[in-house]
């Protein structure tokens, strides 16, 4: 019974997550899922995503969490238009909630919504959400044997985000190993490596973005 639950709500969630995607491509708006583990640099990148993309295009964010609005309240001292979800202990982000978020945002004055999923290697996978890219961070000292140990996020992940990349001297981290186990799985993806505290390496990922948004 559990298992045919499970099944259930995921072809539900499909279901909401291509209404979704029909009406964000009318809107023409694109929408970024970013995720990753809990402190792996989701907020800090994605300010740096604003500060390199908002004199260009009109950005707004989903900020979810299990409570609290911290980060919310960071993009909201950029002047960003952000919304917090809280989702009471929930480990993901589902298309029904976002469907329910949207209505807060203007869509026709929206080019770009990025939406920072629950900090969770596991769950937010599983999900689709209406997005059009999904972005995976792995943090230089979470260590590189990540992509072996939660495969699913890294395999579905549209591009894969090093972050923290500054701190790669004080870890035993390989990056060959990284790139080959995700390359055996999903061998479309983008990998980028970057110090969000910086802003080092953001450019290459900016420039893919807005190529995407070209295309």
């Not at 709500?9 to 023409?28: F, G, P, Q, R, Y």
């Not at 989903?62 to 309240?73: F, H, L, S, T, V």
Request: hydrophobic share 40%; glycine share 6%; aromatic share 8%.
């Amino acid at each position: 019974m559990e298992i045919k639950v499970v099944r259930q709500i995921l072809e539900w969630n499909a279901d909401c997550d291509k209404e979704l995607k029909k009406l964000l491509n009318e809107k023409k708006v694109l929408m970024l899922n970013i995720m990753g583990s809990p402190g792996g640099g989701k907020t800090t990148f994605i300010t740096r995503i604003i500060e390199n993309l908002r004199t260009k295009y009109k950005i707004g964010v989903i900020e979810a969490d299990i409570a609290g609005k911290i980060d919310a309240e960071k993009m909201a001292d950029m002047g960003i238009p952000v919304v917090q979800l809280n989702t009471d202990g929930a480990c993901h982000t589902e298309a029904e909630s976002i469907k329910n978020i949207l209505p807060f945002f203007n869509l026709d004055d929206i080019d770009i919504l990025i939406v920072e999923n629950i900090g969770n290697l596991v769950c937010p996978a599983e999900f689709d959400i209406g997005e059009d890219l999904k972005i995976a961070l792995l943090s230089i000292p979470e260590g590189d044997d990540k992509v072996e140990k939660y495969p699913l996020m890294f395999s579905r992940a549209d591009a894969i985000v090093l972050s923290k990349y500054d701190m790669k001297d004080y870890f035993q981290f390989d990056d060959n190993r990284v790139i080959n186990n995700v390359k055996n799985n999903n061998s479309n993806a983008v990998i980028f490596k970057i110090n969000s505290s910086k802003g080092e390496g953001i450019n290459t990922f900016v420039n893919w973005i807005q190529n995407y948004i070209k295309k």
